[in-house]
Protein backbone atom coordinates (compact mmCIF):
# COMPACT_ATOMS: atom_id res chain seq x y z
CA UNK A 1 0.00 0.00 0.00
CA UNK A 2 2.72 2.32 0.83
CA UNK A 3 4.30 1.60 -2.46
CA UNK A 4 1.45 2.66 -3.98
CA UNK A 5 0.59 5.26 -2.52
CA UNK A 6 4.22 7.03 -3.22
CA UNK A 7 3.84 6.19 -6.78
CA UNK A 8 1.03 8.02 -6.95
CA UNK A 9 2.49 11.10 -5.02
CA UNK A 10 5.43 10.95 -7.57
CA UNK A 11 3.28 10.74 -10.41
CA UNK A 12 1.12 13.75 -9.24
CA UNK A 13 4.17 15.56 -8.68
CA UNK A 14 5.35 15.19 -12.34
CA UNK A 15 1.72 16.17 -13.89
CA UNK A 16 1.76 19.10 -12.13
CA UNK A 17 5.56 20.19 -13.12
CA UNK A 18 4.51 19.51 -16.58
CA UNK A 19 1.42 21.10 -16.48
CA UNK A 20 3.55 24.05 -15.18
CA UNK A 21 6.02 24.42 -17.93
CA UNK A 22 3.07 24.16 -20.54
CA UNK A 23 1.25 26.82 -18.87
CA UNK A 24 4.60 29.15 -18.83
CA UNK A 25 5.58 28.38 -22.64
CA UNK A 26 2.43 29.17 -23.71
CA UNK A 27 2.21 32.66 -22.38
CA UNK A 28 5.50 33.67 -23.45
CA UNK A 29 7.72 32.98 -20.62
CA UNK A 30 11.16 33.12 -21.94
CA UNK A 31 14.44 32.89 -19.34
CA UNK A 32 16.25 36.02 -18.96
CA UNK A 33 18.65 36.41 -21.83
CA UNK A 34 16.99 34.05 -23.83
CA UNK A 35 15.65 36.76 -26.43
CA UNK A 36 17.31 37.35 -29.72
CA UNK A 37 19.35 40.59 -30.90
CA UNK A 38 17.81 42.74 -33.56
CA UNK A 39 19.10 41.06 -36.92
CA UNK A 40 21.33 44.19 -37.22
CA UNK A 41 23.05 43.38 -34.33
CA UNK A 42 25.24 40.34 -35.74
CA UNK A 43 28.21 41.66 -35.78
CA UNK A 44 28.37 44.99 -33.04
CA UNK A 45 30.84 47.42 -32.65
CA UNK A 46 30.71 49.20 -29.25
CA UNK A 47 31.98 52.83 -29.12
CA UNK A 48 31.92 55.23 -26.06
CA UNK A 49 34.13 52.90 -23.79
CA UNK A 50 37.79 51.67 -24.18
CA UNK A 51 37.87 47.51 -24.46
CA UNK A 52 39.48 47.68 -21.15
CA UNK A 53 36.52 49.09 -19.03
CA UNK A 54 34.33 46.66 -17.39
CA UNK A 55 31.36 48.05 -18.91
CA UNK A 56 32.83 47.02 -22.13
CA UNK A 57 33.59 43.84 -20.86
CA UNK A 58 29.71 43.35 -19.51
CA UNK A 59 28.72 44.57 -23.13
CA UNK A 60 30.82 41.74 -25.06
CA UNK A 61 29.92 39.04 -22.61
CA UNK A 62 25.97 39.74 -23.19
CA UNK A 63 26.19 40.50 -27.06
CA UNK A 64 28.27 37.91 -27.22
CA UNK A 65 25.84 35.71 -25.16
CA UNK A 66 22.97 36.44 -27.02
CA UNK A 67 24.94 35.36 -30.14
CA UNK A 68 26.54 38.33 -31.58
CA UNK A 69 29.87 38.92 -32.26
CA UNK A 70 31.41 42.18 -31.04
CA UNK A 71 34.40 43.40 -33.53
CA UNK A 72 37.17 46.26 -32.73
CA UNK A 73 37.08 47.19 -36.08
CA UNK A 74 34.51 49.65 -37.22
CA UNK A 75 33.77 48.82 -40.74
CA UNK A 76 32.78 45.75 -40.55
CA UNK A 77 30.37 45.86 -37.92
CA UNK A 78 26.40 46.02 -38.92
CA UNK A 79 25.68 47.99 -36.58
CA UNK A 80 27.25 50.24 -33.68
CA UNK A 81 26.18 50.43 -29.42
CA UNK A 82 26.81 53.80 -28.54
CA UNK A 83 27.72 54.43 -24.92
CA UNK A 84 26.71 57.90 -24.83
CA UNK A 85 27.39 58.42 -20.97
CA UNK A 86 28.26 56.29 -18.45
CA UNK A 87 28.51 57.58 -14.95
CA UNK A 88 29.49 55.84 -11.93
CA UNK A 89 29.12 57.85 -8.27
CA UNK A 90 29.30 58.06 -4.41
CA UNK A 91 27.30 59.80 -2.39
CA UNK A 92 27.13 60.10 1.23
CA UNK A 93 23.70 58.36 2.43
CA UNK A 94 23.46 58.81 6.72
CA UNK A 95 25.87 60.68 8.56
CA UNK A 96 26.42 60.36 12.47
CA UNK A 97 25.97 62.60 15.25
CA UNK A 98 29.68 63.41 14.71
CA UNK A 99 29.74 63.62 11.09
CA UNK A 100 30.92 60.86 10.48
CA UNK A 101 29.54 58.69 6.99
CA UNK A 102 27.78 55.83 8.13
CA UNK A 103 26.09 54.64 4.90
CA UNK A 104 26.67 55.43 0.60
CA UNK A 105 24.84 55.25 -2.41
CA UNK A 106 26.94 54.02 -5.05
CA UNK A 107 25.51 54.69 -8.50
CA UNK A 108 25.67 53.60 -11.75
CA UNK A 109 24.03 55.02 -14.82
CA UNK A 110 24.55 54.80 -18.32
CA UNK A 111 22.92 56.15 -21.75
CA UNK A 112 22.98 54.54 -24.89
CA UNK A 113 21.95 54.09 -28.40
CA UNK A 114 21.96 51.14 -31.16
CA UNK A 115 22.37 52.23 -34.67
CA UNK A 116 22.83 49.77 -37.85
CA UNK A 117 25.78 50.60 -40.51
CA UNK A 118 23.74 52.27 -42.53
CA UNK A 119 22.55 54.90 -39.80
CA UNK A 120 19.45 53.82 -39.17
CA UNK A 121 18.35 54.22 -35.27
CA UNK A 122 17.54 50.62 -34.01
CA UNK A 123 17.08 51.64 -30.40
CA UNK A 124 16.60 54.99 -29.68
CA UNK A 125 18.72 57.04 -27.17
CA UNK A 126 17.88 55.48 -23.62
CA UNK A 127 18.88 55.88 -19.81
CA UNK A 128 19.63 53.09 -17.72
CA UNK A 129 20.62 53.94 -14.06
CA UNK A 130 20.77 51.63 -10.89
CA UNK A 131 22.19 51.97 -7.00
CA UNK A 132 22.32 50.43 -3.69
CA UNK A 133 23.09 51.92 -0.35
CA UNK A 134 26.08 50.32 1.39
CA UNK A 135 26.96 50.68 5.21
CA UNK A 136 30.06 51.91 5.94
CA UNK A 137 32.55 50.36 8.95
CA UNK A 138 34.99 52.60 9.89
CA UNK A 139 36.73 49.75 11.99
CA UNK A 140 36.94 47.43 9.11
CA UNK A 141 37.77 49.98 6.13
CA UNK A 142 39.11 47.28 3.97
CA UNK A 143 36.04 45.29 3.75
CA UNK A 144 34.21 48.27 3.20
CA UNK A 145 36.25 49.10 0.58
CA UNK A 146 36.13 45.44 -1.07
CA UNK A 147 32.77 45.49 -0.55
CA UNK A 148 32.21 48.60 -2.68
CA UNK A 149 34.35 47.27 -5.72
CA UNK A 150 31.82 44.22 -5.65
CA UNK A 151 29.19 46.12 -5.34
CA UNK A 152 30.51 48.61 -8.21
CA UNK A 153 31.04 45.39 -10.01
CA UNK A 154 27.36 44.55 -9.79
CA UNK A 155 25.71 47.64 -10.38
CA UNK A 156 27.56 47.41 -13.91
CA UNK A 157 26.21 44.40 -14.54
CA UNK A 158 22.72 44.99 -13.77
CA UNK A 159 22.61 48.57 -15.93
CA UNK A 160 23.96 45.96 -18.75
CA UNK A 161 21.57 43.66 -18.35
CA UNK A 162 19.23 46.16 -18.29
CA UNK A 163 20.11 47.60 -21.90
CA UNK A 164 19.71 44.46 -22.98
CA UNK A 165 16.58 43.94 -22.37
CA UNK A 166 15.67 47.24 -24.19
CA UNK A 167 17.89 45.82 -26.93
CA UNK A 168 16.00 42.79 -26.86
CA UNK A 169 12.79 44.40 -27.21
CA UNK A 170 13.41 46.35 -29.89
CA UNK A 171 14.58 43.12 -31.96
CA UNK A 172 11.18 41.83 -31.16
CA UNK A 173 9.43 44.91 -33.47
Not at 28 to 43: I, K, N, Q, T, Y
Not at 73 to 98: C, F, G, I, M, P
Request: with cysteine; glycine share 6%.
Amino acid sequence: MRGRASLSVVTVRCLCVAVVSLLLGACGFHLRGSESLPADMSVTFIQGTTEFDPLYDAFRTSLESHGARVTLNRSEATAVLSVLENNASTDVQTVNLSGQALEYRLSRNIQFEVTAADGRLLVERQSVTQSRVVKFNVKGLLGSEREGEAIRAELTRDVVNLAMLRITAAGRR
